[in-house]
């Protein structure tokens, strides 16, 4: 009997001792979060704009305007952020630092929650906008099927954080060991949910089906209006990207079908390689969206493939002053891509 309350008095023990040290950890976790937003404290749009997307389109377009219409959904559209940090305004401005009269304009019709069937309407707006080319964007979860037309993000995420109410979050409130376990067993659970989610987006036939037929239908308009078309496809956000990333069939899957159907396809998962999520995450650990940073840097990538690789840039808009740095006002080095004999490397 002695030696039984000898070991329930030691579990007691072993478990406030566990409490203790979990709130400890709790505490210094908690004084480590940011206590700041680096989100805008207000949205802006300019006033004659019929959206949210971009700045008012011209109709019709001046003569002397190249305009690229980019398609995607939000990972076009970058909700939290202002839509002049959005990747097709980032090119734009890229597109326009010539002393020349022609102009470029990227106009995003990017739509939060857009699948590719939905943007098969988008592109024929575009088209009617007298898009000179039309750039894709594809994120996985583009063969989502949705009886409905999307606005915008739904608010609730099914992969987010433990909410818990009543009688249970009172209890683990209390009980922070308790708490600790069922956090981690709902994350470890989320993240699986979250990759099997994606993937039975490209193992089950309804909805590759669905993709396939909407990605060969919206070819086939941009082709019919003589729209030269091209596409991005964009890793997603919600884990690391590393050797372990989970989604690369899906990548290749959608890379061989574009292939197949002769689009120019670029894939921007080697570009944020080994970037920690919390750089590229519009929100880090609550929205997974890529931020102005992400943005800025597909921004670039896509100019360079788009001059470089599809010469689909008119000569008069592409950058004519290059610099591998920026330190004082004038006279830097001039920027000398790999291979070319100058000391001064990319």
């Not at 309804?206 to 003589?226: C, D, I």
């Not at 002053?321 to 080095?333: A, G």
Request: glycine share 4%; with cysteine; hydrophobic share 40%.
């Amino acid at each position: 009997m002695k030696s039984l309350i000898a070991l329930l008095f030691g579990v007691i023990l072993s478990l406030i001792a566990v409490e203790g040290a979990v709130r400890i950890i709790e505490h210094k976790s908690k004084s480590s979060e940011p206590s700041w937003s680096d989100r805008p404290r207000y949205y802006i749009r300019p006033e004659l704009s019929e959206t949210m997307q971009d700045y008012p389109i011209t109709r019709p377009k001046p003569s002397n305007v190249f305009r690229l219409a980019v398609i995607g959904d939000s990972y076009t559209f970058a909700p939290y952020m202002q839509f002049t940090d959005a990747f097709p305004k980032i090119l734009e401005r890229m597109l326009n630092l010539n002393g020349t009269t022609e102009r470029g304009q990227v106009i995003n019709y990017g739509v939060p929650a857009y699948s590719t069937n939905h943007e098969i309407a988008t592109v024929d707006r575009a088209i009617r906008d007298e898009a000179d080319a039309i750039l894709l964007q594809i994120t996985l979860n583009d063969p989502e099927i949705k009886p409905y037309r999307p606005k915008g993000i739904t608010v609730f995420d099914s992969f987010g954080k433990l909410k818990l109410s009543g009688w249970k979050a009172s209890l683990l409130n209390r009980w922070r060991t308790a708490h600790f376990v069922v956090t981690r067993l709902h994350n470890e659970k989320t993240r699986r949910d979250y990759i099997s989610y994606f993937q039975n987006l490209f193992d089950t036939p309804k909805n590759w089906n669905h993709f396939e037929t909407s990605l060969r239908t919206l070819v086939a308009t941009a082709r019919k209006a003589n729209k030269p078309i091209y596409a991005a496809i964009f890793p997603l956000f919600g884990v690391p990207l590393n050797e372990a990333y989970p989604f690369f069939p899906c990548h290749q899957k959608v890379a061989a079908l574009l292939a197949e159907l002769s689009v120019p396809t670029t894939d921007l998962f080697s570009l944020y390689r080994g970037i920690p999520l919390e750089r590229i995450q519009v929100i880090p650990g609550i929205d997974r969206h890529p931020n102005e940073i992400a943005h800025r840097m597909a921004a670039e990538h896509l100019y360079d493939w788009l001059v470089d690789e599809q010469r689909a840039i008119p000569e008069s808009l592409q950058i004519k002053m290059k610099f591998t740095d920026r330190t004082r006002i004038v006279d830097e080095p001039p920027y000398q891509k790999k291979g070319q004999e100058s000391k001064v490397t990319e």
